[in-house]
């Protein structure tokens, strides 16, 4: 924006130049962000994963750890070992929620046979995020996908486990309106 004397105000330059000097310094600080989202493992093969470079498999990438990002998006139980085989951690927990590969792909994966793989690998089916909540829990409020409360009360999670305000799984699929997951855990709680 010029000013009433035609050049242009200083201030926008500097904040232009701020924010030109934040965006470079995150593409810097994480030059593996392209590896940490649901779209890029959607598409995902076990060949992807070997082009993943080492660094990106650490512990503590700052967008959540690789193995946690395919959980969510990958439809392949082979993308899952592989990404285990090369190290990633089963059990990392993120550092916003402390989520887990199993938590957030209870709560956006599409396929049950992801919880079957990460469950076998090794994965925590009683593991929790900061309030509590279980994989179980998490997909009784977020996950609409027919099959994966089945998926994880038959890897043996508890559907009578509480979290830190004292609600099950079947509360919290009433309270957000999951019809699928109330459906389903209404039914389980049923037969026991």
Partial sequence: MKTSTGSVNPKLLIVLGVVIALALFLKLTNPHKKYSTREFWATATVQTVQE???????????????????????????????LVARGADLNEHEPMFSGTPLTS????????????????????????VNNK????????????????????????????????????????AKINNNKVAELALTGLVRSR
């Fill in 105 to 128: 792909a209870a709560g956006y994966s599409k396929h049950p046979a992801i919880m079957n793989e990460l469950v076998k690998l090794g994965a925590d089916v009683h593991g929790t």
């Fill in 133 to 172: 909540q279980t994989a179980l829990m998490i997909a009784a409020q977020y996950n609409t996908e027919p099959g994966i409360v089945e998926a994880l009360v038959a890897l043996g999670a508890d559907v009578e486990g509480r979290d830190a305000q004292g609600h099950t799984a079947l509360e919290l």
């Fill in 52 to 82: 993943v470079p080492a660094d990106a498999l650490k512990l503590g990438n700052k967008n959540g750890g690789v193995l946690m990002w395919a959980a969510m998006g990958s439809s392949d139980p082979a993308v899952i070992r592989a």
